[in-house]
């Protein structure tokens, strides 16, 4: 009783002192500053053709928000950018949580800085509206390239769906490769569809996995073994190297039973153990013979054009789905014609064509 009554009159003593006060041409010029800090889209553009990073961070906000203003901007952005995106090479890696796929990305990215290579590092994670983006967490994993002046790491887009985490890293890879960086490197867990929507933006498709039998249970789907373009047994180290030896043999033998890619691309198992750095440059040598070959016949470029035109539908498509969705009449309407089909009212097909017809 008595300690409450001493806090009140402590309390009671602060009372005389008063904070200075804030005006309101303080805080106004303070805003003003702040904006100019913001450079105008011709300069951004400059600077990111100059290979200045911060401007590649704001354009990758601007293509990132969600504001009608900023869009704009981004637009004019990748559009002067798009002609300076030519000479990377694009790579999707993919495997289960814990297959290493951060320290992969840590030793890797480190061995092609070390040849003189800028790498970008970009994810797709469905997931992170959730976990608040999982790169974040591994930038502490990959603590020596976060370091590296010639390393650029972004942590995932959020967005409400995976249409729209696509578009932003889509974009996020033109403005990397206009800004300089030779190899892109984006990484996805394997969540629904992500590995198939990182297939369709990547030239070379990476695989991960462990050895062991195991492996199949851990969820790898088979047609994210034919997507593949390199099988890269992770982990093979210490009381692993056997089983890593004989999953190559088997996963040799299993490749081989697919059919031909367009690519005329014969995908390749290596083993790799990122931890130890081991196995580490067979990875880039078989991705620079990949480069060759594809590049010989054309398929690499024509791959490129593929993919922008798939994106262009998937870009019309996810826009008319949304605006339709969001429309309030629509969403009235809806809400009327699901209880119509509960009540056997009305089929789905002509619940959807009148909606349609709206
Ligand atoms: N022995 C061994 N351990 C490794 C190797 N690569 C990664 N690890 C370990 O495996 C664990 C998971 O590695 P991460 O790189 O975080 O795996 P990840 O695929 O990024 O996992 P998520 O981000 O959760 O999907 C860590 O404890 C690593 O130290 C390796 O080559 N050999
Ligand atoms: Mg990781």
């Not at 590995?195 to 990476?206: A, C, G, Q, R, W």
């Not at 014969?266 to 991705?287: F, H, R, T």
Request: glycine share 6%.
């Amino acid at each position: 009783m008595q300690k409450k009554e001493k806090h009140k009159t402590a309390l009671e003593e602060k009372k005389g002192i008063s904070p200075p006060e804030m005006t309101d041409t303080q805080a106004i010029s303070k805003l003003k500053d702040k904006r100019k800090q913001l450079p105008n889209t011709e300069t951004l553009i400059a600077d990111i053709l100059k290979g200045d990073v911060t401007a590649l961070s704001r354009a990758i906000t601007l293509v990132e928000s969600k504001n009608p203003k900023h869009l704009e901007k981004a637009n004019a952005i990748i559009k002067a950018c798009l002609p300076h995106a030519n000479n990377s090479i694009r790579i999707g890696i993919t495997g289960v949580p814990g297959v290493g796929k951060s320290t992969f990305i840590e030793a890797f990215g480190k061995h092609l800085t070390g040849l003189g290579k800028k790498v970008a590092v970009l994810a797709v994670d469905p997931s992170s509206t959730i976990t608040k983006g999982s790169i974040l967490g591994d930038k502490t994993r990959m603590e020596d390239l976060v370091k590296d002046k010639n390393a650029f790491i972004r942590p995932s887009a959020s967005g409400d769906s995976l249409g729209g985490v696509a578009r932003k890293t889509r974009e996020a890879i033109i403005l990397c490769e206009a800004t300089g960086y030779d190899l892109i490197i984006i990484e996805t867990v394997g969540v629904g569809q992500s590995e198939t929507t990182v297939h369709s933006m990547v030239d070379f498709f990476l695989l991960l996995k462990l050895a062991g039998a195991g492996d199949e249970l851990q969820g790898i789907k088979r047609g994210i073994i034919e997507m593949a373009d390199a099988i890269v047994i992770n982990k093979a180290d210490r009381d692993n190297i056997k089983a890593a030896k004989l999953a190559k043999v088997e996963f040799n033998r299993a490749l081989h039973l697919y059919p031909e890619k367009a690519s005329k691309w014969q995908p390749k198992v290596s083993l790799c153990s990122a931890l130890y750095n081991e196995g580490i440059d067979d990875v880039w040598q078989m991705i620079s013979e990949f480069k060759i070959l594809t590049q010989e016949h054309n398929h690499f470029e024509a791959n490129r054009n593929e993919q922008n035109k798939f994106w262009l539908i998937q870009t019309i498509e996810e826009r008319l789905k949304r605006t339709f969705f969001k429309r309030e009449d629509i969403k009235k309407a809806l809400k009327n014609q699901l209880e119509l089909i509960e009540a056997s009212e009305t089929s789905p097909f002509a619940a959807a064509e009148y909606l349609l017809s709206l």
